[in-house]
């Protein structure tokens, strides 16, 4: 009998907002005050860099209050995240800021995992002549979660993120992987999977480049308008065909926006949008991939609320492993008060990945020990990172920085 096993992508989140050189426990430091920023360069494309006249210090230090990043600057580089608070020490900041970015790095295992048993099920199929155990493959869906790897990439291949690049090209390869896998079965009509070999190229090569500085301004603008146009059509699409046959099935939702985004661009390039309209719409790319991948537990739940049977095919292993990898980035997003990831991480950890064990446990497909386990290692981690990233701030609640965090003061 045919084999098939259909794992739904892992959502995959993380971004830093400043620039670091081949050491990274050399290079993230906390920012003294003798440190100065660079003028910042308006226009898309434009790199920000921050300069230092010193690279030592000793003692704890009053930070300058500088400009916290908005919702609508997320896509913008911008130096880490300072508060008007006293630093209990130099060297703690430093080490907690190391040790976030190495657990948004390690955040890579988990996703991986994720994805290697589809990959090696669906290469024993094609080796022993299983095609049709392709076909159960999701190609279409699949291809939705590509567009928004390729949107996250775009957006820390600007942010210079090295770990959020690695997350993201992982999900690309891995995904386009079993494009490959499905066109050799002819489960994917060839001239879909030519038209993502090029997609899936231009997109790798652009922002690597771009990661680089070897390209040119106005062609990664151009690419960054058609992710734009790209996430903006799927994502209405996607939402209104998960509660098909409930409402009828139409092609209208994906249209209008369509039309909608490409106006947009178009006005923003054409200078008739005002400075804050110009800067929604180009945060529209990393928005929108955000909210594609927050939208899949809201898809995974109202399936199980249709077909509660249909619960004990999801994997419990699968969902620990989305809710690790996305829980391992929140103490990053938190750390840089940076709202937008931290939004879609927590939420694809705790609505994801857990909401479905939680589900799993409801209907007994799991057990109990394997529950609280579950339960208490995510409150405990969620726990600690707040504790933590209060103590290396000099705050004494950990509500200060989710204040921070979410209201940008």
């Known amino acids: 009998m045919a084999k098939c096993l259909v794992v739904p992508h892992s959502y995959s989140y993380s971004y830093c907002c400043y620039r670091r050189n081949s050491s990274s426990t050399r290079n993230r430091k906390a920012p003294p005050q003798q440190h100065q920023l660079n003028s910042l360069a308006a226009g898309a494309g434009t790199l920000f860099s921050v300069t230092t006249s010193s690279n030592s210090y000793s003692t704890p230090l009053n930070l ?43 955040s890579n295992i988990p996703f991986l995992l994720l994805q290697m048993p589809q990959i090696i099920l669906n290469a024993q199929n094609l080796m022993a002549g299983n095609k049709a155990a392709l076909l159960a493959v999701p190609w279409l869906g699949m291809f939705t979660g590509l567009l928004g790897n390729l949107s996250l990439l775009s957006y820390f291949a600007k942010k210079r993120e090295k770990e959020a690049i690695v997350v993201q090209t992982l999900g690309v390869v891995s995904l386009y992987t079993v494009f490959a896998q499905l066109s050799l079965a002819e489960a994917m009509p060839l001239p879909y999977f030519v038209i993502t070999s090029i997609v899936v190229a231009t997109g790798l090569i652009l922002n690597f480049l771009n990661y680089f500085n070897f390209l040119n301004p106005g062609v990664w603008l151009f690419w960054e308008d058609f992710i734009t146009v790209g996430g903006l059509s799927v994502l209405p699409q996607i939402m209104w065909s998960t509660f098909v046959p409930y409402i009828p099935s139409s092609i209208v ?7 909608l985004a490409v106006a947009a661009v178009i006005m923003a390039r054409m200078g008739k949008l005002s400075s804050e309209g110009t800067k ?26 249709l077909n509660p049977d249909n619960i004990k095919g999801l994997s419990a292993v699968s969902m620990l492993l989305a809710m690790i990898g996305n829980g391992l980035m929140i103490p990053r997003a938190l750390f840089i008060r940076d709202f937008m990831w931290f939004t879609g991480s927590s939420w694809a950890s705790f609505f994801y990945g857990y909401g479905n064990i939680v589900a799993l446990y409801w209907f007994n497909s799991i057990s109990k020990e394997f529950f609280l386990a579950a339960t208490a290692g995510l409150f405990l981690w969620i726990g600690m990172a707040l504790w933590r990233d209060a103590v290396v701030y000099g705050y004494s609640s950990p509500l200060t920085s989710l204040k921070e965090l979410v209201s940008g003061s």
């Open 280 to 305: 929604f719409v180009r945060s529209i790319s990393g928005w929108t991939a955000t909210l594609l991948f927050m939208w899949m537990p809201v898809s995974q739940m109202w399936t199980n609320f």
């Open 64 to 106: 300058q209050r500088r400009r916290i990043l908005s919702a609508l600057e997320s896509d913008v580089p911008h130096p880490l995240h300072q508060g008007s608070a006293k630093l209990k020490s130099s060297e703690s900041f430093e080490q907690w800021d190391s040790w976030t970015a190495k657990f948004s790095g390690a």
């Open 253 to 259: 939702p994906g249209a209008l926006a369509f039309v």
